[in-house]
């Protein structure tokens, strides 16, 4: 599966969590499944906690960060703002 369509599987509506982005509208934000793959969490054990997600899912969420983190200028993060 490619970027593109990986991408689409990331939606944004203004009317669920104030216009975060969010898996396939099935109210599951990406922010979330980033923070649990930073916690250590596989992919399988996401899965299995989130049993409407996919695999895709996942992926999507992981090509959503890179391509903004790609149109990004590189600054420096204070970590404490970011919490």
């Known amino acids: 599966m490619n970027d593109i369509t990986l991408l689409k599987r ?3 509506n203004p009317q669920i969590f104030g216009g ?5 509208g099935i109210r599951i934000k990406v922010e ?6 930073e ?10 906690e ?3 997600l996919e695999i895709e899912d996942i992926r999507g969420c992981l090509a959503y960060a890179r391509a903004l983190v ?6 420096a993060i204070d970590a404490e703002a970011s919490r």
Do not use: S
Request: aromatic share 4%; charged share 20%; hydrophobic share 45%.
């Open 10 to 12: 990331i939606t944004v």
């Open 20 to 24: 975060k982005p969010i898996i396939r």
């Open 32 to 37: 979330n499944i980033l923070a649990l793959l």
């Open 39 to 48: 916690q250590g969490m596989t992919p399988e054990e996401i899965l299995a």
């Open 50 to 52: 989130y049993p409407d």
């Open 70 to 75: 790609a149109n990004e200028t590189v600054e």
